[in-house]
Nanobody, 124 residues
Framework: QVQLVESGGALVQAGGSLRLSCAAS????????MGWFRQDPGKEREFVTS????????YYADSVKGGFTISRDNAKNTVYLQMNGLKPEDTALYYC?????????????????WGQGTQVTVSP
């Protein structure tokens, strides 16, 4: 089993930056694809970004390209999401997820493990 714990969410003004972290425990996630998703109440969970186990392959949703950067430190079993130029529409609960390689990185149901989420709120 893998346990994921997100941190770093906060209230920030538009244009500001945040860095989210996702710490894994229970077993190594070094060979897992890691992803970040977000969800607003009443809406479906939305893909934000993903990173392959080696860090060589990353994907971003069009809505966050150029502003968000995903990275990972396998030695620390941790994944990061640097968010710059935040907008009010980025407000959501952000989830970290781990999935076995070879599955669709953008599909939430293809991930095996999920954290509880960390709230990001961007004020105008």
């Amino acid at each position: 089993q893998v346990q994921l714990v997100e941190s770093g969410g906060a209230l920030v003004q538009a244009g500001g930056s945040l860095r989210l972290s996702c710490a894994a425990s229970g077993r190594t996630v070094s060979f897992y694809t890691m992803g970040w998703f977000r969800q607003d109440p009443g809406k479906e969970r939305e893909f934000v970004t993903s990173i392959s186990w080696s860090g060589a392959v990353v994907y971003y949703a069009d809505s966050v390209k150029g502003g968000f950067t995903i990275s990972r430190d396998n030695a620390k079993n941790t994944v990061y999401l640097q968010m710059n130029g935040l907008k009010p529409e980025d407000t959501a609960l952000y989830y970290c997820a781990a999935g076995r390689a070879g599955r669709s990185e953008r599909v939430a149901t293809d991930y095996d493990y999920w954290g509880q989420g960390t709230q990001v709120t961007v004020s105008p």
